[in-house]
Nanobody, 118 residues
Framework: QVQLVESGGGSVQAGGSLKLRCAAS????????MAWYRQVPGKERELVSS???????SYADSVKGRFTISQDNAKITLFLQMKSLKTEDTAVYHC????????????WGQGTQVTVSS
């Protein structure tokens, strides 16, 4: 069992910054790769950024140059540094992990709300 708990969300004005944190616990050795997703009511869940076990990162075009994903050395904590926030970044942000050998992200946190106002 792996538990993922996000924190760091909140309300910020456009142009501001937030840093999200995802604390992983349990059988974290079973995970290979983590990611941040976001979801707005009525819209599909969007992959924001991911990081592989080797440290390779990827970003959605909408956040490139503004968001940075990272992990601590123990790969227990996942971060998402968000800068130059826009109103369209408003969403619930979820941390996700993939079980080693799996294709899809199958482990999810409860999410943290990010609200960006103009």
């Amino acid at each position: 069992q792996v538990q993922l708990v996000e924190s760091g969300g909140g309300s910020v004005q456009a142009g501001g910054s937030l840093k999200l944190r995802c604390a992983a616990s349990g059988d974290t050795w079973r995970t290979c790769g983590m990611a941040w997703y976001r979801q707005v009511p009525g819209k599909e869940r969007e992959l924001v950024s991911s990081i592989s076990t080797s440290g390779t990162t990827s970003y959605a075009d909408s956040v490139k140059g503004r968001f940075t994903i990272s992990q601590d050395n123990a790969k227990i904590t996942l971060f998402l540094q968000m800068k130059s926030l826009k109103t369209e970044d408003t969403a619930v942000y979820h941390c996700a992990a993939r079980t080693c050998g799996g294709v899809h992200y199958n482990l999810w946190g409860q999410g943290t709300q990010v609200t960006v106002s103009s």
